[in-house]
Each structure stands twice: as structure tokens, then as C-alpha cells.
């Protein structure tokens, strides 16, 4: 049996880096928003991007740049890109014996070259170092499936990176104004979806059928059901207790009550009570972020994220 405190690394392993990863395609499009199109309020878009993300606004002028500096850049925050990827590499460190040389190396690496992709970005613009963060979250994702056993440790590793998908999913679908194609446009660029979607549906890009397509589509790996169901396959292969019906840890029961609500339902009803469900999903993945800590690593329950409904962002706290 695996040791808890690799355990609890595998799984931060994966939320950091999905979270990094994830919060440099939100920006990403953000940038590219406020750069390309001059009709944009700036100082409403920036506040509105950090609030997204888990952020206080604060004071002071906005601009793409000090929204980078805070989102992207800023040592000092924990939360920052910067700071998760630093996060993610600690963890590693600790977890040396159970994971693959080539994932250490990725997050070393990465982090190692942080400076020079500031530096280099600072000169060719935020979308440079952003592109650098997708490609590297796309390198260990890629190594950790082809050099990690598939084993308890992959497994914890998987939870934690769905568990944070899910998360960050909610917040682009809370980011969507429903009155404006291009703003669901952003959200499925975001996501990685736009390709997808359009060979799926074959039409104008519609609020109803993208909330469907990235919340109950069972085929794309970054819809809320598909990182839901792998979340719950591989929790369960870890579930240690007897197979007995209704015998089954907590956050088990979380996942497969929130994958089964979501698998059988009216798509009129899920457009209509939208933000409600939306907010409730977020707080499914902090409850079952809890009892796994309690249940798995045996260690008091903790929360990662602590802007509860994007009403307060962490700014640092949270992060292990």
C-alpha cells in the first residue's frame, strides 16, 4: 500500500499542475481579448478575469500587464501560475521514489525555466509565456500516462487532476455571458474545445449547446462529466473498503451522486438553473477534496481554494 504522504503528493501533483494549466488558458484568452479588440473595458475585464480565477480585484490602474504580473508572474502568491508550478515541483520532490525520473525532470525543468520565459515574455508579450505553461502541463500529462504505472499512485494522481478540471471548467461556464456567441466562444477556446465542438455540432455557436457540450458531452476529456466519471473510476479503484452495497468512503459517494445528477439531466433545466448548479458543483469538488484528505491521507480536512461562489480569492492561501 502506498504511503500516505505520497499519497497526498500524487494528488496536489495533479491538482497544481491542472490548475496552472488551466489558469494559462483562461488567461490566454483574455490577453488576446484585450489586445485585439479596443472596444473592451479594460478595467471591468481584468476584475472580472481575476474574480474568475479566485482572485481580489484590488486596487490600483489594470491593465494586461498587471493582470499577468498578478496572475502569471508574481512569486509572492502561492496562487499565481509561478507559484502552483513551484508548488507542483516540491511536492515532486518529495514523492521522488513512486514517481518516473521524465515527470521530475518536466517539473524541474519547467520550473528552472520560469525566469527565462518571464524574461522572454516580457519582451514578445504574455502569450508567449502562457503557451510555454499549456506545453509543459501537456508534457508531464503526457509523461505521467506513459511512464507512471497505472497502479494507486497514477490513480491519485488522476483524481486530483479531475477534481481540479471540474473546478476550473465551472468557473470558464460562470465567465460566459449568455447573451454573447463571442463570449461562449472564449470559453470553449479556453477549454480547448472550439475544434471539437464545431465537428460536433456543425453550427453557430450557441449558449445552450455549449454549456451541454462541456458539461455532459461523454467523449471530451475536458467536459464535467467525462473528468467526473474518471474521477469516480479511479477514486473507487482506491476505495479500500469491503464491496458491500452502500459501503463506500464519502467523497465516493459525492462523485457518483454528482456524475449521476449530471448523466440524467433535462438540458432545460440545466440552461435554466445554470449559476445554481454551477456553484454547487464547485462546492462537490471542495467537499470531496475534504474527505479524501480525511479519508486517504489521514490528516485533518482542508480546503485548497477558499473563494467560495468566486466571492473571495485565495491570494496564497490554501496551497500545500
Known amino acids: 500500500m502506498m504511503l500516505a504522504r505520497n499519497a497526498d503528493s500524487l494528488f496536489w501533483i495533479g491538482r ?5 494549466d488551466d489558469m494559462a488558458r483562461i488567461l490566454d484568452v483574455a490577453v488576446q481579448q484585450l489586445l485585439e479588440d479596443p472596444t473592451v473595458d479594460t478595467d471591468l475585464m481584468v476584475g472580472h478575469v481575476l474574480t474568475v480565477l479566485g482572485f481580489e480585484p484590488g486596487p490600483g490602474a489594470k491593465s494586461v500587464w498587471s493582470l499577468a504580473d498578478r496572475v502569471a508572474y508574481d512569486r509572492s502568491v502561492p496562487g499565481s501560475i509561478v507559484g502552483l508550478l513551484q508548488a507542483a ?14 515527470m521530475w ?10 525566469a527565462e520565459a518571464e524574461r522572454r515574455s516580457r519582451r514578445l508579450g504574455p502569450h508567449d509565456f502562457l503557451t510555454h505553461i499549456k506545453g509543459r502541463a501537456a508534457m508531464f500529462a503526457g509523461l505521467a500516462d506513459a511512464t507512471l504505472s497505472h497502479d494507486d499512485g497514477y490513480s491519485y494522481l488522476l483524481v486530483g487532476r479531475s477534481i481540479e478540471r471540474v473546478d476550473m471548467i465551472v468557473r470558464m461556464l460562470l465567465s460566459g455571458d449568455r447573451a454573447s456567441s463571442p463570449s ?19 453550427g453557430a455557436v450557441e449558449a445552450e449547446k455549449v454549456v451541454e457540450f462541456m458539461m455532459i458531452d461523454r467523449l471530451f476529456p475536458r467536459s464535467i462529466f467525462h473528468a467526473l466519471r474518471v474521477a469516480e473510476h479511479n477514486l473507487a479503484v482506491l476505495d479500500q473498503r469491503p464491496d458491500r452495497v452502500g459501503v463506500q468512503s464519502r467523497a465516493l459517494t459525492l462523485l457518483g451522486r454528482a456524475r449521476s445528477d449530471l448523466e440524467f439531466i433535462d438540458p432545460v433545466a ?3 438553473d445554470l449559476p445554481e448548479y454551477l456553484l454547487t458543483l464547485q462546492e462537490t469538488c471542495r467537499a470531496v477534496s475534504e ?3 480525511e479519508e486517504h491521507f489521514h490528516i485533518a480536512p482542508y480546503v485548497s481554494w477558499t473563494d ?10 490554501g496551497l500545500r
Do not use: F, H, K
Request: proline share 2%; net charge negative; aromatic share 8%.
Open 16 to 20: 497544481y499542475v491542472e490548475r496552472a
Open 89 to 102: 515541483r516540491e511536492n515532486a520532490r518529495g514523492a521522488r521514489e513512486v514517481i518516473s525520473s521524465e
Open 105 to 114: 525532470e518536466c517539473l524541474n525543468a519547467t520550473y528552472m525555466g520560469l
Open 184 to 202: 461562449w466562444m472564449s470559453v470553449l477556446i479556453a477549454a480547448g474545445a472550439q475544434d471539437t465542438y464545431i465537428r460536433a455540432y456543425r
Open 270 to 272: 440545466l440552461m435554466r
Open 291 to 293: 474527505s479524501i484528505a
Open 308 to 317: 467560495a461562489g468566486l466571492a473571495s480569492g485565495p491570494d496564497g492561501e
